[in-house]
């Protein structure tokens, strides 16, 4: 059984997975003896084709996986937030209080961190706003203050910016790495978007059928546009896809 450990013992690495087993009934494993670590501040993307494991992968360091079987080890941080693909407000609250709903800290201190979070995502001024007053994009921008104003050590994100439009996805980009420049928590976030893993994280991993086959660092992480000069970019792009497969739709090559 592996442990979900609140709070890392000796090791410097924020994450620690260790030949972790994940399947569901009799079939093969989902997650079939993976091994991972992630530094701290360190940004991991994690790119595979559907059903490779991604998703189970960030539900086991999450904690909302209680099957997760083997003989395996999950060693993560004790604040841990997650983000997902729709935002998950609850349309009957305020946006304030979406961002407060859980919150550890007393109340004045929760609604004051909610606050600075919407400030620091653009949001100042819509705190009493209700969900379905706000674009798409503005309710992922509450759901990353929702995320922040838990200043979490590790941030989990299962395609953030997937139900977005190109152009917004965009600017939430530019967000995200504006926020991770003054917040250093850990990210792994899971994407189909193989350009979208380059340019933000540090390192990409593709997973396949449970395991690692593919790691690579990126150029770096400095917030300069790859345009700047595509070259590398260009090369580890055709490795990942690669590594992807030669079955994936190459219509959809980039966005898989
Ligand atoms: N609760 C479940 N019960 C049974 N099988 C499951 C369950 N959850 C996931 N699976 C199976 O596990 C495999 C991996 O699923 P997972 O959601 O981790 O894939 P993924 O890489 O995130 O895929 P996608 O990119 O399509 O979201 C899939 O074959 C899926 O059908």
Redesign the pocket.
């Known amino acids: 059984m592996a442990a979900h450990a609140g709070g890392l013992s000796t090791t410097a690495a924020a994450v620690v997975v260790r030949d972790l087993v994940r399947s ?2 009799t079939g093969a494993g ?1 997650l079939d003896g993976l091994d991972l670590e992630i530094a701290a501040g360190e940004f991991v993307a994690i790119l ?10 960030l539900r086991a360091l999450a904690g909302l996986d209680h099957d997760v079987r083997g003989s395996g080890r999950v060693e993560v941080p004790r604040n841990v937030s997650v983000v997902f693909q729709d935002s998950r407000l609850l349309p009957w609250a305020r946006v304030l209080d979406n961002v407060v709903l859980g919150h550890e800290a007393p109340p004045a201190r929760a609604r004051e961190a909610g606050r600075a979070a919407l400030a620091e995502v653009g949001l100042a001024g819509r705190e009493r706003a209700w969900p379905n007053e706000l674009s798409g994009g503005e309710q992922q921008r509450v759901s990353l203050a929702r995320s922040l104003a838990r200043s979490p050590e590790l941030l989990l994100a299962d395609e953030p910016f997937g139900a977005l439009d190109a152009l917004t996805r965009l600017r939430m980009h530019d967000l995200l790495r504006d926020l991770l420049r003054r917040h250093h928590p850990s990210v792994l976030m ?1 994407t ?1 978007d193989v350009d979208e893993a380059i340019v933000l994280a540090d390192r990409v991993v593709v ?1 396949d059928a449970g395991r690692i086959a593919l790691e690579r660092r990126t150029p770096a992480r400095d917030g300069s546009r790859p345009t700047a000069d595509p070259g590398p970019h260009r090369t580890l792009r055709a490795e990942l896809l690669e590594a992807l497969g030669p079955d994936t739709d190459p219509a959809r090559k980039d966005t898989l």
């Open positions: 569901y009934g989902v595979g084709r559907s059903g490779s494991g991604k998703s189970t992968l899971v189909h997973l």
